[in-house]
T-cell receptor, first 116, second 112 residues
Framework: EAGVAQSPRYKIIEKRQSVAFWCNPI?????LYWYQQILGQGPKLLIQ????????DSQLPKDRFSAERLKGVDSTLKIQPAKLEDSAVYLC??????????????FGSGTQLSVL | GENVEQHPSTLSVQEGDSAVIKCTYS??????FPWYKQELGKGPQLIID???NVGEKKDQRIAVTLNKTAKHFSLHITETQPEDSAVYFC???????????WGAGTKLIIKP
């Protein structure tokens, strides 16, 4: 089966610019996650969607980060304006049962963002 | 708040030897403990998981043990091979909302 697709793979921007990341989860997966992974650290959950509704966005810096999941399939994560500390890998993951239990997460390869 | 500590941060072992990575969690209500492997340039991939009603689980060369009393769990890899070189993350799931709390990762290096 096709995996989680993410684009772009790399992005370099200057601080205060805006950037957007795209994710296409595995077909049929109800839950979609965006994680931020800073070098040398574990993934940090930014936002979790179940279908097209937000389940958890408690760690999303809402003054600059936004995310949407149109029609419960693809998702876009946006940063505007970017700060130096946003430099990280942004990982998208999806899972099958709609977040109703502990289950396997399938990750994409991520987008590596560098803010200069 | 809830926390997962992982040790060591780097582990170097000779090919063919065993490797052990340990994690400690703070939330006694945690009930699900997955281990993910992350290779360079890729996203994490689940390699094994264990639930709180089980003390040990094995899958070929990989095993995980859980001590609920001490609130720690460990990953054991036997007969290590070069392809085992990667960063390994442990995590613990909150019972209330199933959100994963991740450890900081262990970089495993297999020496030829």
């Amino acid at each position: 089966e096709a995996g989680v697709a993410q684009s772009p793979r790399y992005k370099i921007i200057e601080k205060r610019q805006s950037v957007a990341f795209w994710c296409n989860p595995i077909s049929g997966h109800a839950t979609l996650y965006w994680y931020q992974q800073i070098l040398g650290q574990g993934p940090k959950l930014l936002i979790q969607f179940q279908n097209n509704g937000v389940v958890d966005d408690s760690q999303l810096p809402k003054d600059r980060f936004s995310a949407e999941r149109l029609k419960g399939v693809d998702s876009t994560l946006k940063i505007q304006p970017a700060k130096l500390e946003d430099s990280a890998v942004y990982l998208c993951a999806s899972s099958w049962t709609g977040g109703q239990g502990n289950e396997k997460l399938f990750f994409g390869s991520g987008t590596q963002l560098s803010v200069l | 708040g809830e926390n997962v500590e992982q040790h060591p941060s780097t582990l170097s072992v000779q090919e063919g030897d065993s490797a052990v990575i340990k994690c400690t969690y703070s939330d006694s209500a945690s009930n699900y403990f997955p281990w993910y492997k992350q290779e360079l340039g890729k996203g994490p991939q689940l390699i094994i998981d264990i639930r709180s009603n089980v003390g040990e689980k094995k899958d070929q060369r990989i095993a995980v043990t859980l001590n609920k009393t001490a609130k720690h769990f460990s990953l054991h890899i036997t007969e290590t091979q070069p392809e085992d070189s990667a960063v390994y993350f442990c995590a613990a799931s909150r019972r209330s909302n199933y959100q994963l709390i991740w450890g900081a990762g262990t970089k495993l290096i297999i020496k030829p």
